[in-house]
Structures are given as structure tokens and as C-alpha cells.
């Protein structure tokens, strides 16, 4: 089992942007996939993203990066935003 951790930019910017459904899948996601095998889930990322990982939950990514135990969400965010 993982420990979740969200950046202050999720919390203060990217969850409230979020509407209710969108924000129940995301935590679904994190529930059933994130917490129990982040490796298996989530997509590596390139480039400058190198050392993290995005997991899809429809047209929204979150992007995260583990530590050990510990995973670090960085971004939750529309497809078309998150990259950029």
C-alpha cells in the first residue's frame, strides 16, 4: 500500500476547477489504481517529465512521481493542459 501526497498546486489550483463528477473519478482512480500498484497503472513520461508517471482517468492525467512508498501527485489536469 502507497501514501498519497498532493503538491500545494493540486490542492489550491487544480481540484477546484474540477466539477463534482470529474473529481469523484479522479479519486476513484487514485483508490483502485494508485494506491495498490502506481507502476502497473501509470504511463512513464519523457523528456522533462522524465521521472514521473501519468495515470489517464478519461480526458483528465494525473501526474505523479513515487518515492518508495510514497506517491507524489504534481498535476491534475485537462489532457490538452497538463503537458504543457
Not at 497503472?41 to 512508498?69: A, E, H, T, V, W
Request: glycine residues 2%; proline residues 6%; positive net charge.
Amino acid at each position: 500500500m502507497y501514501n498519497i501526497y498532493y503538491s500545494d498546486i493540486v490542492i489550491k489550483q487544480d481540484v477546484p476547477k474540477l466539477s463534482p463528477p470529474v473529481k469523484l473519478l479522479i479519486q476513484e482512480a487514485i483508490n483502485s489504481k494508485l494506491m495498490r500498484d502506481p507502476l502497473k497503472f501509470g504511463k512513464p513520461l519523457r523528456y522533462n517529465l522524465k521521472n514521473c508517471r501519468s495515470l489517464r482517468c478519461g480526458d483528465y492525467r494525473i501526474i505523479y512521481q513515487i518515492l518508495q512508498k510514497k506517491i507524489n501527485i504534481l498535476v491534475i489536469k485537462h489532457r490538452r493542459d497538463c503537458y504543457s
